[in-house]
């Protein structure tokens, strides 16, 4: 492993603690390009459009050779979940074809070993169990490059040491630190592989918030131990992520500050934030070829399922994830009272006081397709239940 991963995750958390205000850092946050691509479908079109969403943004091999990577994908909610007869990959997962093209052009720039992760609801299986259990076929993500494996990090990482301790960046908003799956600490390279989603309680669902299920539910999940983690995982994380209305198990380490709002509104942005402040994306990949909108799950009279045909790349996940957001029809600035975010904080804002990146499209270069060429505004396409404003 690189020694430079863990050493940028350590050293950051160290030394920005207390010592830069979110003012400064907001000011200073990095940007990064940001490429857009037409894509119709997950078959070849996909992985063309993919390639050169790459090679625009300096080409994968600068990236990943010679190294591990780990791609976190997005199959949240249960195996069997529908949105009338629709597939989740269309919906609301990544497509098990994009994962495989993704792994495949991984494999291509030199990448030594590819990992596919998620933290399945399944919650003592394996994840290429969850995938059989979902009607994926295992085999296609696996045989797309010599090297890859697949790991549900809700469970204990094989091994000694189950779970590493990341520092969060500049000190954090909720957690000053996260126990998470050691094979996040024997990455060398984070991507985060999401669909373009709002979502009822962060507002939308990018690259960031698809990090929220980093979060081992063996230490945030429900019905835990109060000293250490649970052997397999119980649910979701409902009581520390969304209500705070308990505290990780001793092991782990405790909220800054018990008495802040113990609302989803409130927590899951800080939360999320947090998490990329301590485990940096270095890829975030946003799927837009087909999706829902209204929220991040299928949802009676809110969700409806759409195909915008886009198809987003970029190596800063604040700046990629404010670029969707203009994509989808939404002001990256926004705050809490304006759409996407009426009863939230901004995970974009509070990422970017952590010195993450920037929000601000007037510093991102845009590569590729325009966004007003791209864009495809969600609120126009949303069930009658879906608040708008």
Not at 291 to 318: F, H, M, S
Request: proline letters at 8%; glycine letters at 10%.
């Amino acid at each position: 492993m690189n020694v430079t991963r863990r050493g940028f995750i350590v050293g950051a958390g160290a030394a920005g603690l207390g010592l830069v205000g979110p003012l400064r850092l907001r000011a200073n946050a990095p940007t990064a390009p940001v490429a857009i691509a037409k894509c119709p479908g997950y078959g070849p079109e996909f992985l063309s459009a993919a390639d050169k969403l790459f090679d625009q943004l300096g080409g994968l091999g600068r990236l990943v050779n010679g190294k591990t990577v780990t791609i976190k994908i997005n199959m949240t909610g249960e195996a069997d979940m529908r949105l009338d007869h629709v597939s989740a990959g269309r919906t609301t997962w990544t497509h098990p074809r994009s994962v495989a093209a993704v792994v495949h052009l991984l494999d291509k720039a030199g990448a030594r070993r590819i990992r596919v992760v998620e933290g399945a609801w399944a919650w003592a299986a394996s994840l290429e169990e969850f995938m059989y259990l979902a009607n994926w076929d295992a085999k296609l993500v696996l045989g797309a490059a010599p090297r890859v494996e697949l790991v549900n990090t809700n469970l204990p990482y094989r091994g000694k040491k189950p779970y590493t301790r990341f520092p969060v960046a500049n000190g954090g908003h909720l957690f000053p630190a996260f126990d998470l799956s050691t094979a996040y600490a024997e990455s060398d390279v984070l991507v985060s592989m999401a669909k373009l989603k709002q979502h009822l309680t962060a507002g939308v669902t990018l690259s960031m918030k698809n990090c929220f299920g980093c979060s081992p539910t063996t230490i945030y999940g429900d019905k835990l131990p109060l000293d250490e983690p649970s052997p397999v995982p119980y649910g979701g994380r409902g009581e520390i992520g969304h209500a705070g209305s308990r505290q990780p198990p001793k092991s782990a380490p405790p909220e800054k500050d018990p008495k802040s709002p113990r609302e989803a509104g409130y927590r899951i942005p800080r939360f999320v934030s947090d998490l990329v402040a301590a485990n940096p994306v270095h890829l975030a990949i946003i799927d837009g070829v087909e999706t829902i909108t209204g929220a991040e799950l299928p949802r009676d009279n809110y969700t409806l399922p759409v195909k915008p045909g886009v198809l987003l790349a970029g190596t800063n996940c604040v700046s990629t994830d404010a670029v969707a957001m203009a994509v989808m029809g939404f002001d990256p600035m926004a705050d809490r009272g304006t759409a996407p975010f009426q009863k939230c904080d901004s995970t974009l804002k509070l990422a970017e006081e952590l010195g993450v990146g920037t929000r601000d499209l007037k510093r991102i270069e845009v590569i590729g397709v325009p966004i007003e060429k791209a864009r495809f505004r969600f609120l126009d396409h949303v069930g009658p239940q879906t608040p708008v404003e």
